[in-house]
């Protein structure tokens, strides 16, 4: 290269392109900003929601970030909350869930917060699963119902239970209910799965219209570990 010349290089520089603000403001690394954002409060499984908001408070968004949700997490629950009006949960209590294939998560025993990984049945599994999500449905206020795939057939146990159905005031009373329910529950029976579905279907489509009318979703978590069976245990394409 002679000397005097100037080698001239073209190198691609960002630049910030305005968006559309989201509808949640915050300050990702303020955390006391974050907790100023407005959630619309949940009037229940019925298709409509209360014009009221709340705020997270202290309380919720400490929870969360205890639970080892980061800032940004948290702040995609409280969109989430919005979004759907409830959650059903159909919970397999079949017989198949006594395998002891399962695994549950339990502290190390460590002293640093460090968890690991243990055998145990898949229906040990399924109640963890259960506890963690009627404590956080608790805590973010957020209607979910629980339906047993199978009747428990006994008297003081319903086949199904809800956190949140009927408001934030009796949350912690129906917490503990679904965690009772779940403890004394024993698996047994088949996995009528399809006839549950079509139940389900048929009392999501009665709403339909006002879900769409307010922009509101439904959310259904098929909690199971196998194929769909009819009354007497017989799978196959004709049942599913």
């Known amino acids: 290269q002679p000397r005097g010349s100037v080698t001239t290089i073209e190198t691609p520089v960002s ?8 509808e949640i403001h ?44 980061s800032t940004g997490l948290a702040r995609a629950l409280v969109e989430n909350v919005d979004t759907f009006d409830f959650r059903f949960w159909l919970v397999d209590n079949s017989g198949s869930m006594l395998i002891g294939d399962g695994h549950r998560y339990v502290p190390t025993g460590k002293g640093d917060g460090s ?29 979910t119902i629980f339906q047993l795939l199978n009747n428990p057939n006994l008297r003081t146990i319903s086949q199904r239970f809800s956190v949140c159905e009927h408001g934030e005031a009796h949350a912690a009373s129906e917490v503990a209910e ?12 088949v996995t009528p799965l399809t006839k549950h579905i079509w139940d389900i279907q048929q009392h999501i489509s009665a709403m339909a219209h006002d879900l769409r009318k307010k922009g509101k979703k439904v959310a259904l978590i098929l909690a199971t570990d196998g194929l769909p069976t009819d009354e007497q245990g017989c799978g196959g394409q004709e049942v599913t």
């Open 26 to 69: 915050y300050d990702p690394l303020d955390r006391n900003s974050f907790m100023s954002a407005n959630m619309t409060k949940m009037s229940g499984p019925s298709g409509t929601s209360s014009k009221a908001s709340r705020k997270m408070d202290t309380t919720q968004f400490t929870e969360l970030i205890r639970e080892g949700y």
């Open 115 to 143: 968890i690991k990984a243990v055998p145990s049945t898949r229906w040990a599994e399924i109640t963890e699963t259960v506890r963690y999500h009627a404590k956080l449905a608790s805590l973010l206020d957020s209607p």
């Open 15 to 22: 630049y910030a392109v305005p968006v559309e603000e989201s």
């Open 178 to 189: 679904a965690l009772s329910i779940m403890r004394k529950v024993s698996p047994s029976g």
